[in-house]
């Protein structure tokens, strides 16, 4: 009952106050908007003369229309409120003033624009005429001093009546330019004032003085010397004038002045009419305000008698509220109260005994949902107890699996490490063997005295350096090291390759009676650029097992090659066809997995496990090229081996024909190596250079020895029985006077800065070992009182003559003698890093010259650790002039040229 009571009073008092809003507000905000349009006309109409473009102007106007119309559009709507407002008499004409307005400012900015165009264009024209007049008046001055210098050029006649006709003429003439430049200049300026000046007066003032001052000028103009000039001053001058005509720039601004005083005018009045359309706003607004006054104060009376009647109806309510409050106290709020407790105890885990029903309201069925809440929390619980017990149990199981993969991976560990180390042992007794056979096939090379027999030797030595590489190659395969990547490039000539491995191919055939082709392209490459022992190694795997499954016919080893589009480099392709057993097609899918053999070449008998072009594969992809294979069973195969190559160079082939070097380098030698045939190999390598050698079985014996006498190089093997390389390094380093170590391994070991800083010894030597590379390394151990003999350097010329040719070897004199001055630069004012590396290069190509002296000197820069001194870099420079003089002097005796560009 209050409710509705109170919805009709409120209604009542909503419909009175809507019905006031409805009447004042609007009255009020239709009064405001006047007054602020009425502002906004002011203001605009304040704005309206300083337009000074067109868009702006027309944005001023449409503003003005606009707040115009807003104006009248509220007194309408005023008068409409109420029939007491009376009909304004201004209406209309504030449209008419704006359009009038609107059309006198755009006259004005067009006359604006056109006195701009005269203003610049008379800018213009004075400028023109400034610079003519003072051309003329230097013209002037020019004459009056060409006069004085006439005058004074005969002493001997008197100057007076020469001066008075100079002073007559010329000096009159450049005062009245002087007075012409003063009248346009000032001119000038005058006519740029023009388009600022409104006044009436000040403009009149202008053209009186403007015409006076332009007849003066006229008359000016006379004095000017040069005719042409003249007659340009006058079309100039002629130019001013215009600007007095009827049509000039004076009158058009008059005429802008006008028009600019009518729109200040018109201004005024628009202002005038719509102060009183305001102030008539304004009184309408007051009418309508107190005939909605009026109606409040009924409207407030009417509301203060419903109010009366509604507080009496709320006592009545709040009287029957309170006897609803016992009631709903006594049979609601107690059972709610335990309801809640028992949803507080349930929450907390305390079950109890199922909640009695107290009834079959609402309340009732929350009692009944608790209960069943209860009964699935007792379960979820139950479930939670069981899960917990599988989970420990699964924890158990998980743990116990973790334990078994650790022992697995521990095992897989192990037996990765245990085929670490074979592999290890594995490259270390395979090379040992080899150094031996190498090094004896060397030394027997060197004593041969028949030439069939030094052929035969120089065969099994060529033989047993591949045998080297490809022993790495394979090691590295099994190994899963990607060190078939790390080719060696060297120039070789593509028909000796073509023969060595035809001279293969007629051998493997010769036992099988196979017909040999071998076929090489006419327009082949002389000499390319290669890894020529990965090329040898796959294409000898190819003619091995293309011999091996052919019993009868042809075995054909075909060379051609294409020219690369992008490269421009050659592209070399190996082709070995046979007519044996082939494959089909399932076997050409497998024929490059390890150990993957056709069933035909298993009952045949043939021997191995199908390796070798899984190798060739892997070392086809290091020299970027590609293995493919064709083949019908029955019929025979083809394996194509394309390579990308590069052009190669014949001075820089290396000389696999020359002889063990020798000397007489006079050092004292100790070699520390367990392997009896390695002693003997390096005996007999040092004892061919003129050296003194000593040998220790174990690092022990080595130790004593170096304790006992004084060796200028100890050569130490890595892998000794007693204790490792590295640590006789140390042992004998902390000796006084240590002498240069060089470490001997069979390992693949790289002669870098870290590994011989690791093994603590000056250079790393690998299995077998090289002669050259042992020469470089006892020509950087020369002691420091060794001399750079001529005969040494001119015995050495002489060989290389011998061996290479006299062109060759001059290429390389000219060579070294061109570089030295570069290398020597780096030396001197490089950083440390590169200090060393040029010092190691150029020590490299000295030694090749037996300039034992520079070679020492370069490596102390090369194994100084902060880098060469002032002291030692002079001692360099020193000796790498003498050694300049001293090749010279040998090339010379060896009747070489070493002079860039001789043709000798």
Not at 430 to 453: C, K
Request: charged fraction near 25%; charge should be negative.
């Amino acid at each position: 009952m209050v409710g509705v009571a109170a919805i009709g009073v409120n209604r009542y008092l909503v419909r009175s106050h809507g019905d006031l809003i409805q009447s004042n507000l609007p009255a009020m905000e239709l009064a405001s908007r006047v007054g602020a349009s009425a502002e906004l006309v002011g203001s605009l109409a304040a704005t309206f003369v300083q337009a000074d473009t067109k868009d702006g102007l027309e944005r001023i106007s449409g503003a003005l229309k606009a707040a115009v119309e807003r104006i009248e559009t509220g007194a309408r709507e005023l008068r409409n409120m109420s029939p007491a407002v009376q009909t304004t008499q201004q209406e209309g004409q504030a449209g008419q003033i704006i359009a009038r307005m609107t059309d006198n400012a755009h006259e004005e900015l067009r006359l604006a624009q056109q006195i701009a165009e005269e203003s610049r264009d008379i800018a213009r024209v004075g400028g023109r005429l400034d610079a003519l007049i003072e051309a003329e008046t230097d013209l002037a001055r020019l004459r009056i001093t060409a006069g004085i210098a006439n005058i004074y050029s005969e002493p001997d006649i008197s100057p007076r009546p020469a001066l008075d006709t100079l002073a007559d003429q010329y000096f009159f003439a450049f005062e009245r330019l002087t007075e012409l430049a003063r009248i346009t200049e000032a001119g000038r300026l005058q006519l740029q004032q023009v388009p600022r000046l409104f006044a009436p007066e000040e403009l009149e003032n202008l053209q009186t003085l403007l015409a006076e001052r332009l007849v003066l000028a006229g008359r000016r103009i006379s004095y000017m010397p040069s005719l042409t000039a003249r007659t340009e001053a006058e079309e100039l001058l002629q130019r001013f004038r215009q600007a007095l005509a009827p049509e000039g720039m004076i009158k058009l601004q008059e005429k802008r002045a006008a028009l600019h005083a009518a729109i200040a005018v018109d201004s005024e009045k628009l202002t005038d009419v719509i102060s009183v359309m305001s102030v008539q706003a304004r009184e309408a607004r007051d009418i309508v305000q107190a005939q909605g006054l009026e109606k409040i104060a009924t409207a407030q009376r009417r509301a203060s008698l419903m109010t009366m009647g509604l507080l009496a109806i709320v006592a009545a309510a709040v009287i029957a509220g309170a006897i609803l409050w016992q009631y709903a106290r006594r049979q609601l709020v107690a059972r709610l109260g335990n309801l809640s407790r028992r949803i507080v105890a349930v929450a907390e885990g305390t079950y109890g005994k199922p909640l009695s029903i107290t009834g079959h309201d609402e309340i009732g069925r929350m009692e009944k949902a608790l209960n069943i809440l209860r009964r699935r929390a007792i379960d979820a619980t139950r479930l939670q107890t069981h899960l917990e017990d599988a989970v420990l149990a699964r924890t158990g199981d998980v743990v116990a699996e973790m334990k078994a993969v650790d022992a697995a991976r521990a095992e897989a560990e192990a037996a990765d490490r245990s085929k670490t180390e074979f592999l290890a042992r594995m490259s270390h007794e395979i090379r040992t063997p080899l150094n031996g056979i190498i090094g004896m096939l060397s030394l027997l090379e060197s004593e041969a005295v028949d030439d069939d027999h030094r052929e035969r030797v120089k065969t099994a030595h060529k033989s047993a350096r591949d045998l080297v590489d490809i022993t790495n190659d394979i090691l590295d395969y099994a190994s899963s090291e990607d060190r078939a990547n790390r080719g060696n490039p060297v120039h070789f000539p593509l028909r000796e390759l073509v023969g060595q491995l035809g001279h293969q191919l007629q051998s493997l055939a010769a036992d099988k009676k196979l017909e040999v082709v071998i076929d090489l392209a006419e327009d082949a490459p002389l000499v390319l650029f290669g890894d020529v022992v990965k090329l040898r190694q796959i294409v000898g795997n190819l003619i091995s097992n293309a011999v091996k499954y052919t019993k009868r016919g042809t075995v054909t080893l075909s060379v051609d090659h294409a020219m690369s589009p992008e490269t421009g480099q050659p592209v070399v392709s190996f082709a070995v066809s046979d007519t044996g057993v082939g494959m089909t097609r399932e076997t050409i899918d497998h024929a490059f997995d390890a150990y993957a053999r056709t069933e035909e070449a298993r009952r045949s008998g043939i021997e191995g496990l199908g390796l070798g072009l899984a190798i060739s594969r892997k070392l086809t992809e290091a020299l970027g090229g590609a293995l493919s294979v064709e083949s019908e069973l029955g019929i025979g195969s083809r394996f194509t081996l394309t390579a990308p190559l590069e052009t190669g160079d014949l001075a820089s082939i290396a000389d696999d024909d020359a002889q063990m070097p020798t000397g007489n380098l006079g050092r004292d030698v100790l070699v520390i190596d367990d392997h009896a045939v390695n002693l003997i190999v390096a005996r007999g390598y040092l004892e061919r250079l003129g050296c003194t050698v000593s040998l220790a079985a174990t690092g022990t014996t080595g130790v004593e020895a170096a304790k006992t006498a004084s060796f200028d190089l100890i050569l130490i093997d890595l892998d000794l029985p007693d204790m490792r390389g590295e640590e006789v390094a140390a042992r004998i380093n902390a000796m006084p006077g240590a002498p240069l170590l060089v470490a001997l391994t069979a390992h693949l070991i790289d002669d870098t800065k870290e590994n011989r800083d690791r093994l603590g010894v000056a250079h790393i030597l690998s299995k077998p070992i090289s002669p050259r590379a042992l020469t470089e390394v006892l020509s950087a151990s020369a002691p420091e009182d060794a001399s750079q003999s001529g005969d040494a350097v001119l015995d050495s010329i002489r060989g290389d003559v011998s061996d290479l040719g006299p062109e060759t070897t001059g290429l390389i004199l000219r060579e070294f003698l061109a570089d030295l001055p570069a290398a020597m630069k780096s030396i001197r004012s490089g950083p440390v890093e590169q200090q060393r590396k040029a010092a190691h290069r150029l020590k490299g190509a000295a030694s090749n010259f037996q300039l034992h002296q520079f070679c020492s000197d370069l490596a102390k820069v090369e194994t100084a650790e902060q880098g060469a001194d002032d002291e030692l870099l002079k001692q360099v420079d020193s000796s790498a002039d003498e050694a300049a003089v001293i090749l010279r002097a040998a090339a010379g005796q060896a009747g070489l040229q070493t002079d860039a560009g001789s043709t000798k």
